[in-house]
């Protein structure tokens, strides 16, 4: 993105008018180059609204992050695990560059914020629609001893993590899907893509991507394939994007922090209250086949327990939905 863009997305954030003169003289260009500026920030999904006479705006606004805010806001217990903190403006994927940093050196308390991502990933490859000042896209790196063995069951523990991180914030009732979801009245509002890197039997990291719909546009959210919602709908009002990132690195860090002595055993209970498919018919879809049974809790080193025929077995891999609900 090009320093005027930049210029101009912290001139129009405040959503009030600004005159095409204003902006020009701001970025040292005509009138009518402001104009080409502004279709430029159209292109990245922002609404831009003229008027003439009254110039340009952003109906109410965008808030930008703030790095100092940030830092400012966190608890005693998490700003001295934030390592180091990059807010970039446009990027491919935030796990994409934590990743970069962990395989040059320990990466731990790295953060990664962007405004919007050109090439977002969830689960399994699939697009994280990424609109550009709407919602939260952040990863984190975190090293361990142990190799894959301390990881186990540490996506469901990040997912607790939000669910906190949400609740702090004063919009309760969110619920978690195996492995890796955070859903509001069976609407996905939260997703989390754990990458690991280094020695899977000595020490390794993991990068904890997080991607958080704060305030997504419909015509944004029609490219999503499944049902979604935001925390603005969920709570009925608007949600600083910076009180959310806040929230999140308070509950985040720590908890990246202890993992290693404390495991997901230490989670587990709170994971399986907020267990948004326990006792309904689910399908868990694996790579080879899929498995029908009845959703009953997890283990304490995160696998899924379904009741298969009246027996309780433990699966490792796979993603599930409820039965018949495709």
């Known amino acids: 993105m090009s320093d005027s863009s930049v210029k101009l997305i912290d001139a129009l954030a405040d959503g009030q008018f600004h005159s095409g003169e204003e902006l020009g003289a701001l970025l040292g260009i005509s009138r009518t180059a402001v104009w080409k500026q502004v279709q430029k920030l159209v292109e990245l999904g922002l609404e831009v609204d003229k008027i003439k006479g009254r110039g340009y705006c952003v109906p109410g606004g965008i808030e930008l992050f703030s790095g100092e805010r940030i830092r400012s806001d966190l608890l005693p217990a998490a700003e001295p695990l934030l390592a180091r903190l990059d807010i970039l403006t446009t990027t491919d994927s935030t796990n994409s560059v934590v990743r970069q940093l962990a395989e040059e050196a320990d990466a731990s308390g790295c953060v990664v914020l962007a405004e919007q991502q050109t090439a977002g990933r969830g689960r399994r490859g699939r697009q994280w629609v990424s609109p550009f000042a709407r919602n939260l896209y952040l990863s984190v790196a975190w090293g361990f001893e142990g190799g894959a063995a301390a990881l186990e069951g540490l996506s469901l523990a990040v997912g607790v993590a939000v669910k906190r ?46 991607g958080i719909n704060i305030d997504m546009p419909e015509s944004k959210g029609a490219d999503i394939d499944q049902s979604w919602t935001d925390l603005r709908r969920v709570s009925g009002q608007s949600v600083s994007r910076n009180q959310v990132v806040v929230a999140l690195l308070n509950e985040l860090l720590p908890m990246l922090a202890s993992y290693q002595k404390k495991g997901f055993c230490h989670y587990r209970e709170e994971w399986q209250g907020s267990d948004a498919f326990r006792g309904q018919p689910v399908e868990l879809v694996m790579a080879k086949n899929s498995i029908s049974g009845i959703a009953n809790g997890v283990s304490e080193t995160g696998a899924i327990g379904l009741l298969v025929e009246g027996e309780q077995r433990y699966f490792n891999g796979g993603e599930i939905s409820l039965r018949g609900a495709q």
């Open 165 to 210: 991180a949400v609740a702090s914030l004063g919009i309760s009732g969110a619920q978690l899907k195996w492995p890796n979801d955070i859903l509001f009245n069976g609407k996905k509002v939260a997703g989390i893509l754990l990458e690991m890197i280094g020695d899977p039997a000595g020490f390794c990291q993991v990068v904890v991507g997080i």
